[in-house]
């Protein structure tokens, strides 16, 4: 399953393609615009467009575009906010490597689409440390190499190793000739400052109506369809096909949010089957989005029996917040979740009582 190709930004691409044919091109460049319209996908195009010779570039039939397709380019290198690694601050950067290139294969697995990754991913300083490390090398196959930095506003700063973090940007300032860095970003604003003031912002729009729809008309996007109205999609897009995946991701967890209360109010006997199936989906992110489904439902109970008087339905609800608060704070110190939700939901039946 290669990656799906590039649809839309038609006249952005039509300037950068302009801006490589006059050597023009900044090397250190930063993506921005709203959130999953595609701006991974656009530096990975511009990527190829840098790494493919032909002179149609990117050709999408040679050696270099095949395996940027593949994910496998050995002079692209795409990194993205990821669970951290255990014990990455001293990792052999091999293992480093090793980690992004399995985090990129389980993306294009995916057919290139991806739910944003969930909050206690990061980019660390590990990553850093494999870019400066990756600039130093000469290219195995192509004549550059490129650098995609997804969602760097992710980047986590690190205090304690200031020599990694100049490195990095110093690579930003000035990256060898034949290195192009392209950092994306939905919220530019939350950047280091440092990082900003080093690259070349270029802003990216949302797909237009029509790319959307056929953004929604290729093989990769079946699984987002499924039998819906492709109007209907488009409009529920505004023209980022990453809200679709959100969508999904986000109704499956209200769903599962909704499970959970019904149980514990109602079918109590069931409380660790439940909390079993809820802790083990595989999917990481995907008991956070529960948590914070279920932080909504219970605000939304919480103001319903405020409104109707019921005080004590209400003082009980707004405990039930605090006590999921809670158990995300326990399920980022790697609480295992069937645990945490068994607990959690122990707690919720004695209160919402
Ligand atoms: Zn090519």
Redo the contacts with the bound molecule.
């Keep these: 399953m290669p990656l799906p190709p590039l649809i839309g930004h038609d006249a952005l691409r039509a300037r950068l393609d302009e801006q490589v044919r006059r050597g023009s091109l900044a090397s250190s460049l930063l993506f921005t615009g709203p959130a999953g319209i595609g701006k991974q996908r656009l530096a990975l195009w511009l990527a190829?467009r840098l790494l493919?010779?032909?002179a149609a570039?990117?050709?999408?039939?040679?050696q270099?575009?095949q395996y940027i397709a593949a994910g496998a380019h050995p002079d692209l290198l795409w990194i993205f906010p990821t669970p951290r690694m255990k014990d990455g601050t001293d990792a052999a950067l091999d293992d480093v490597q090793q980690e992004y290139a399995e985090a990129v294969a389980e993306r294009i697995a995916g057919n290139g689409l991806y739910p944003r990754p969930d909050g206690s991913a990061g980019i660390f300083l590990y990553g850093a440390r494999l870019l400066v490390q990756r600039a130093t090398l000469t290219p195995s196959l192509a004549k550059r190499k490129v650098f995609v930095v997804g969602e760097a506003d992710r980047m986590v700063p690190q205090a304690a190793s200031p020599e990694a973090a100049n490195a990095f940007l110093k690579l930003l300032e000035e990256p060898p000739a034949d290195t192009t860095v392209i950092l994306t970003s939905s919220e530019p604003g939350a950047l280091l400052p440092t990082i900003r003031s080093r690259v070349i912002e270029v802003r990216t729009r949302p797909l237009s109506d029509a790319a959307m729809q056929e953004f929604l008309a290729l093989p990769a996007a079946e699984a987002l369809v499924k039998g819906k109205a492709v109007d209907d999609l488009v409009r529920l897009a505004h023209g980022a096909p990453g809200a679709l995946l959100e969508a999904d991701a986000k109704a499956a967890a209200l769903a599962r949010a909704r499970t959970l209360l019904d149980t514990v109010s109602r079918r109590r006997d069931n409380l660790y089957r439940v909390a079993y199936a809820q802790g083990s989906t595989k999917a990481r992110g995907a008991f956070t989005d529960m948590l914070d489904a279920l932080t909504e439902l219970l605000h939304e109970q919480a103001r319903a029996a405020a409104a109707a008087g019921d005080e004590v339905s209400a003082g009980a609800g707004a405990r039930a917040v605090m006590m999921v608060e809670e158990t995300k704070r326990d399920a980022e110190r790697n609480l295992v979740p069937q645990l945490a939700t068994f607990r959690l939901m122990t707690q919720l039946a004695e209160t919402l009582r």
């Design positions: 190829q493919c010779p032909d570039s990117p050709c999408g039939a040679c270099h575009c």
